[in-house]
């Protein structure tokens, strides 16, 4: 492998930070993620759509499950919560319905809001929890050494499929619109422009979001299947990406190596749960009905 | 501070435990509960469900007993005080979060109404045979308080009482009925709010930049922030250290792991919470809890009125155990019977508080139903030879 020396043709001036320091816990910085990975890509997205969208950082929280995107709670200065595995679904759930004012993030891997947690997603976006779910897909459970997912595409080589996976996997963005989501989309780690902005619009967005960004885990599944580094991910995203905004999200299927359709499939107005808890409430019980004050003490 | 009235049913009422249970948590001003259907437990959110609309607070029925005991969390950390409630599979599922409510000192409330197990077991039938779980079924070490009312109205008190210890030790608190003691109905007195203590939670007055989330104070256990009030804190199941980092070192794990487990000892030190009576010149003790306890109550009338000198002992809170006083006893009593609906889980516990000074004699039941008071009359009887 050639040794190349990046040279930065300017004057760095002593102050300079990057600008989304100030979203991150630089105290814990060198995050643990592998050279090439998506992750910290979709963090960066992150952090700018949080710019973009001016929202008080006080009142946005982040809950991750565990694994490799489960890291990011741990990275984000924001008040934050890596919880078990699969379940940031439901704590944030609690979270939200214990103070409404908070803008509650979810942000999780595909094994992790997928396998373990699908149970609590389907669920989430059939109540239209006002939750914003952002899934980083590396198509592979990487934080325990890439065994088969349940998003892993047929013909990929695992630790647990070594053979060749041979179970047909979960369309996500399918999944989230059958179960109810207001908003899906669907981008990589190549389109860092459209996930910010889809990041944003989705802050604005009431109701149960979606957005699954497939992002590359060069260390286990791209090296199994001799797919390249973090470079060659992005030469592939961009190959075979194709954007069709409003596509019809049961023709957005993944394979190995074919087309990935990206874009915002789903766009739609359905009262979130807070929404109709209330109105049904003061349907049935009028004045009788006492708005949630949930936090347990007047000082609070 | 005294109970909020908005959630005080102040009165004579005749209730049964689940109920009771109910109407202990709106005093205890646990404004969330989250469930999932299991017999013979979800009579308290379904009375939940009922009364907290005009309360002012939620219920959410979750997808499961996983989701239930996790939402509770996200909750707490949002401000609220929070519980769940189920039963033997249900509490099985639960065993993930009630490690992570100990590993993130969130203070919550863990309701089981104990039914017969294992597995499926007898839906609709008591036992006690979750008391070890309970105490040890989540993986690692962990500090837990387990409470065991024998009555509607102790299902009240107690849960009042298990709200204010989660508060004070940070500690998840498992409240221990069993399916008699959930559908036995009986006279509950509900006092006046301002009758009513309970513990606000202890929130930093430090600012943000001078608060760390998992600083003890002296007495072990941290102050609390929530969500949304700016101090951009971090709450993670992984080993952590005071500022709430993940730190994957033998030090901390130690001074983590040993203070999680140290923090609730004043309590097993003297304040465990017990009932006894006719010690004084007791040759045979009767340690017993919940329903058990009130069918040994009849063994020990009939034993006293054939002139055996039996004594009473009844736990109240099962973890910590009382085992300093039971220590005590067994210095100068021939021997312990213990009756309970398991094969035996705390007669283990009175063994190894006697250490040998005493005869511990179990009682056991498999559970589906309660002892005859001639069984335990029995064993008091040969204990008393």
Redesign the interface.
């Known amino acids: 492998m050639n040794e190349t020396t990046l040279e930065i043709p300017y004057e760095i001036p002593p102050e300079a930070s990057n600008p989304v320091e100030p979203f991150l ?1 630089m ?2 910085m060198p995050h643990i993620w592998c050279a090439g990975c998506g992750i910290g890509t979709t963090v960066n997205c992150f952090t700018r759509a949080l710019i973009g969208s001016k929202a008080n ?3 946005v ?1 982040i ?1 991750s499950g565990i694994g490799c995107t489960g890291r990011v ?2 990275y984000a ?8 595995h ?2 940031a ?11 409404p ?2 803008q509650v993030v979810v942000y999780s891997g595909d094994g992790d809001l997928f396998a373990i947690g699908g ?2 997603f389907i ?1 989430a976006a059939r109540r239209n929890m006002d939750l914003k779910v952002v899934c980083v897909n590396n198509l592979t459970y990487a934080m325990t050494g890439g065994q088969t997912a349940p998003t892993t595409p047929g013909k990929v080589i695992s630790a647990t499929s070594p053979y060749g996976v041979f179970e047909p996997s979960f369309n996500l963005v399918q999944l989230a619109e059958a179960a109810g989501a207001s908003y899906v989309a669907r981008w990589t780690t190549y389109h860092v422009k459209q996930l910010s902005r889809s990041m944003e619009e989705m802050f604005k967005k009431k109701g149960f979001c979606f957005i699954e960004v497939i992002s590359p885990c060069p260390t286990l599944y791209q090296r199994r299947n001799k797919m390249g580094d973090g470079l060659d991910a992005m030469k592939f995203y961009k190959e075979v990406s194709k954007v069709r905004n409003g596509a019809p999200t049961g023709e957005c299927a993944l394979t190995k190596s074919g087309e990935i359709v990206v874009g915002k499939f789903v766009d739609r107005d359905r009262p979130d749960y807070l929404e109709l808890l209330r109105s049904q ?1 003061t349907e049935t ?1 009028g004045d ?10 007047s ?2 | ?1 005294h109970a909020d009235p ?1 959630g005080v049913l102040t009165g004579v009422h005749f209730l049964d435990g689940d109920h009771a249970c109910c109407e202990g948590s709106l005093a205890a ?1 646990a ?2 509960a ?1 469930g999932y259907p299991i017999t013979p437990s979800t009579e308290v959110v379904e009375r939940f469900a009922v009364r907290i ?6 219920f ?1 029925q ?3 007993e ?3 005991s ?13 519980f769940t409630v189920t039963s033997g599979p249900g509490f099985s599922l639960m065993m ?2 009630i490690g ?1 409510a100990a590993m993130t000192e969130t203070p919550c409330v863990f309701v089981n109404v104990q039914r017969g197990g294992p597995s499926t077991g007898l839906p609709t039938l008591p036992a006690q045979a979750d008391m070890m779980q309970a105490r040890w079924g989540s993986h690692g070490d962990y500090g837990i308080i387990a409470l065991c009312p024998n009555s509607p109205q102790e299902a009240f008190d107690l849960t009042i009482t298990a709200f204010n210890l989660a508060e004070e030790f940070r500690v998840p608190v498992m409240l221990m009925l069993d399916e008699c003691v959930g559908h036995m109905t009986e006279k509950v007195v509900i006092p006046a709010a301002d009758k009513i203590e309970v513990t ?2 202890r ?1 930093t007055s430090l600012p943000p930049e001078e608060f760390k989330l998992f600083e003890p104070r002296e007495d072990l256990v941290p102050d609390m922030v ?13 080993t952590h250290d005071e500022r709430g ?2 730190n994957m070192s033998v030090e901390t794990q130690d001074r983590l792991v040993r203070r999680l487990v140290d923090k609730v000892k004043p309590l097993a030190n003297g304040r465990a919470l017990c009932e006894t009576g006719d010690l004084e010149d007791a040759d045979v003790v009767v340690v017993s809890y919940g329903i058990t306890s009130r069918v040994a109550q009849r063994a020990l009338q009939l034993a006293r009125a054939r002139g055996v000198k039996a004594g009473k002992f009844r736990l109240i809170s099962a973890w910590p155990f009382p085992a300093r006083h039971i220590a005590e006893l067994a210095g100068r009593v021939k021997a312990f019977v213990v009756p309970e609906l398991n094969l035996g889980q705390m007669v283990y516990e009175v063994e190894r508080a006697a250490a040998g000074k005493a005869r511990v004699i179990p009682v056991s039941h498999a559970g589906g139903g309660v002892h005859d008071p001639e069984t335990i009359l029995k064993a008091i009887e040969e204990a008393a030879r």
Not at chain 1, 288 to 297: D, G, I, K
Not at chain 2, 53 to 58: A, D, E, F, R, S
Not at chain 2, 70 to 80: D, R, S, Y
Request: aromatic letters at 8%; glycine letters at 10%; charged letters at 20%.
């Open positions: 816990r105290d814990r950082l006080d009142k929280a809950v709670a741990g200065r924001l008040d934050s919560f890596h919880t078990t699969g379940r679904i439901p704590f944030a759930t609690g979270l939200k319905l214990a103070n004012e908070l149970n609590h669920h409430m019980l009788r009905y006492a708005e949630p004050e949930v936090s347990c003490c000082e609070c | 501070m908005a001003g404004r969330f989250a609309p005009t309360v002012g607070g939620i959410i979750m997808e499961d996983l989701a239930a996790i939402a509770i969390q996200g909750a707490v950390w949002a401000g609220a005080k929070a993930e979060h992570y606000p939670r929130l929530k969500a949304g009030d700016g101090y951009r804190f971090h709450v993670t199941g992984l980092y993940p």
